[in-house]
């Protein structure tokens, strides 16, 4: 994983993310712009670099401000001959 302050600014689904634990506004739904979903175990990164490990999928959209976020291409695995 690797952090940025542009991760001050993650969404999902177009709405703030807030750490494990603390209050949330209830009844949110994703904006239907930002329901592409994120992949349990996939990593997503943004332009300066910064790393999600997405751990709970969902339909909402992963986000650094009004950007989506990309799935992070698997690194491919060495030969073994």
Do not use: N
Not at 15 to 26: K, R
């Amino acid at each position: 994983m690797k952090s940025a302050d542009s991760l001050d600014e993650l969404r999902a689904g177009g709405h703030p993310m807030v750490p494990v634990g603390s209050a949330h506004a209830d009844g949110l739904t994703p904006h239907p712009d930002w329901c592409s979903g994120a992949l349990m175990g996939k990593r997503y990164v943004d332009s300066s670099g910064a790393e999600v490990l997405v751990t709970r999928a969902g339909i909402g959209t992963l986000g650094v401000g009004v950007t989506a976020m990309t799935l992070k291409a698997a690194a491919p695995l060495p030969a073994s001959d």
